[in-house]
Nanobody, 126 residues
C-alpha cells in the first residue's frame, strides 16, 4: 500500500517562501509522475504542478509559474514543492498525489492520480 505524507505547511507573510515535502512509502512512481494540487476554502481542488519522475521534467499551472518549482529526491522517494513570492491567494490545503500512468504527457487531471496525501495547510497573510 502506497502512502504519501506531506509536511512543511505553515503560516507565512506575503512575499515569503515555503517548501513542502511529500514522502512516498515505497518507490512506486519511478516510472510515472507525482503532482501537487491545492484546495482553497469553498473552491474546488486545482492543479499546481507535476513532475515526471524518471526525466525530472516539470509542468506548472499558470497561476504559480515562475514562483513555484518541483523537485524530487530519488533516494528518499520524496518530492518537494518550493514556493516563492507567496501571495494571499496561495492560501489553501496542499496535497501531493501519485499516479501509476506511464506517459510522456504531463498529467494534470485529478482523476488520473490514484494516491493522495493527507494535505498540509499553507496560509499566506497580507
Amino acid at each position: 500500500q502506497v502512502q504519501l505524507v506531506e509536511s512543511g505547511g505553515g503560516l507565512v507573510q506575503a512575499g515569503d517562501s515555503l517548501r513542502l515535502s511529500c514522502a512516498a512509502s515505497i518507490r512506486a512512481f519511478s516510472s510515472s509522475a507525482m503532482g501537487w494540487f491545492r484546495q482553497a476554502p469553498a473552491k474546488e481542488r486545482e492543479f499546481v504542478g507535476t513532475v515526471n519522475w524518471s526525466s525530472g521534467r516539470t509542468y506548472y499551472a499558470d497561476s504559480v509559474k515562475g514562483r513555484f518549482s518541483i523537485s524530487r529526491d530519488n533516494v528518499n522517494n520524496t518530492v518537494y514543492l518550493q514556493m516563492n513570492s507567496l501571495k494571499p491567494e496561495d492560501t489553501a490545503i496542499y496535497y501531493c498525489a501519485g499516479t501509476l500512468i506511464i506517459t510522456d504527457r504531463f498529467i494534470t487531471s485529478i482523476k488520473e492520480y490514484r494516491y493522495w496525501g493527507q494535505g498540509t495547510q499553507v496560509t499566506v497573510s497580507s
